[in-house]
Every structure is written in structure tokens, then in C-alpha cells.
């Protein structure tokens, strides 16, 4: 038991759509990420998406709507719905998801998630 930083893991790298990997939660993975630009539209058959933005605003696009997400907001988006987060400036995300769920929904275009 540790606590963690989230300011000094995001601190650790710069790439955009790179999750990184900071703690095991329930067999979820507890991950920060930055956002810049447009992640393509996917799904997630199987499990909802957890979106927790720490600093900036993003929008998460969905098949019919588009929502804002600001700094201490969170979004959850249910499984089996498309969707897509953008940003127009970086956005620093909090991401929760269970143990070897791609971040794209399909592991064949997944980024990998290198624990720091």
C-alpha cells in the first residue's frame, strides 16, 4: 500500500493516447492518460468505460450526442455504446478499466499500458 501521485505520474510522460498504468483495483487497472485531438469512435462489448478528467476538458462523442467533461467530472460510458473522447487542448484523464480490456475495444489496434 502506497499512495500515488497522480500529478507526478502524469509528470512521466507527454504522448497523447498512451495510457499508462498506475494501480490494480479489483482486477481493474487504474491508469492516467493525456488527451489531445480525436480517438477514433469504438465500443467496448463487454464492460463500461470510465473517464474521470483531472485537469483541462474533453467531449465524448457518442452515436447521437456529444457531452463536455470538465476538470472533477466524470463520464461512464455503458458498454456496447460507440463512442469517441476528444480534446481540443490536453486533457489529463483518470481511466478505470478491468485487466486486458483494449483501449480501442479490439486488441489488434489497442496501445499497450506500461506500468510506471
Given at each position: 500500500?502506497?499512495?500515488?501521485?497522480?500529478?507526478?505520474?502524469?509528470?512521466?510522460?507527454?504522448?497523447?493516447?498512451?495510457?499508462?498504468?498506475?494501480?490494480?483495483?479489483?482486477?481493474?487497472?487504474?491508469?492516467?492518460v493525456?488527451?489531445?485531438?480525436?480517438?477514433?469512435?469504438?465500443?467496448?462489448?463487454?464492460?463500461?468505460?470510465?473517464?474521470?478528467?483531472?485537469?483541462?476538458?474533453?467531449?465524448?462523442?457518442?452515436?447521437?450526442?456529444a457531452?463536455?467533461?470538465?476538470?472533477?467530472?466524470l463520464?461512464?460510458?455503458?458498454?456496447?455504446?460507440?463512442?469517441?473522447?476528444?480534446?481540443?487542448?490536453?486533457?489529463?484523464?483518470?481511466?478505470?478499466?478491468p485487466?486486458g480490456?483494449?483501449?480501442?475495444?479490439?486488441?489488434?489496434?489497442?496501445?499497450?499500458?506500461p506500468?510506471?
Open positions: 500500500m502506497k499512495t500515488i501521485n497522480l500529478a507526478e505520474k502524469l509528470d512521466q510522460f507527454t504522448s497523447h493516447w498512451d495510457p499508462h498504468v498506475i494501480a490494480d483495483y479489483n482486477e481493474n487497472d487504474v491508469m492516467v493525456r488527451f489531445q485531438g480525436e480517438f477514433p469512435f469504438h465500443l467496448h462489448e463487454n464492460t463500461d468505460d470510465f473517464f474521470l478528467v483531472l485537469h483541462g476538458e474533453m467531449v465524448m462523442d457518442l452515436e447521437n450526442s457531452h463536455t467533461v470538465r476538470a472533477g467530472e463520464f461512464v460510458v455503458p458498454k456496447g455504446v460507440t463512442h469517441r473522447p476528444r480534446a481540443t487542448h490536453e486533457c489529463k484523464v483518470l481511466l478505470i478499466e485487466k480490456e483494449p483501449n480501442t475495444g479490439d486488441a489488434a489496434t489497442a496501445a499497450p499500458k506500468r510506471i
